[in-house]
């Protein structure tokens, strides 16, 4: 499980452009892409060569099944486990143009991913005990 040609993270990047301005970084052994923070597509070999995996959710499953893509499965302790990313359409490689509506699904999803996140907030100090007065 490893995607490590730089060059397609780059390729990526310029594909997913409408989304935002992209950014690869190594990830588990592949890439991760992120637009302004949000991890939006992961790049990975899972044996049929480097793959674009595209985040979904159950706003965007339904879409991304139409389109036959496949969802991203591994095998972990001898168990299938999927996440939430669909390869990218084949004919959406070929240019940002026909990248823009799922590089647009994708980012829809990293935003709603990151809304349903509960907001961190600072804990309250509780002031120490004052040790008793001899």
């Known amino acids: 499980m490893a995607s490590s040609d730089p060059e397609f993270s780059q390729y990526c990047c310029e594909?997913?452009?409408?989304?935002?301005?992209?950014?690869?970084?190594?990830?588990?052994?592949?890439?991760?892409?992120?637009?302004?923070?949000?991890?939006?597509?992961?790049?990975?070999?899972?044996?049929?060569?480097?793959?674009?995996?595209?985040?979904?959710?159950?706003?965007?499953?339904?879409?991304?099944?139409a389109a036959a893509c496949k969802r991203f499965t591994y095998l972990a302790k001898g168990q299938p486990k999927s996440m939430n990313y669909y390869a990218a359409p084949s004919e959406a490689m070929e240019s940002p143009a026909l990248m823009r509506p799922w590089a647009r699904l994708a980012l829809e999803a990293a935003l709603r991913a990151h809304a349903a996140k509960p907001v961190k907030r600072a804990a309250a100090k509780t002031p120490k005990p004052k040790p008793p007065r001899p």
């Open 15 to 65: 594909l997913l452009a409408s989304a935002g301005p992209c950014r690869a970084r190594r990830m588990f052994g592949g890439w991760g892409i992120s637009v302004a923070g949000l991890s939006i597509a992961i790049l990975v070999d899972l044996g049929d060569g480097d793959t674009l995996w595209l985040k979904a959710d159950e706003a965007s499953r339904a879409e991304f099944e």
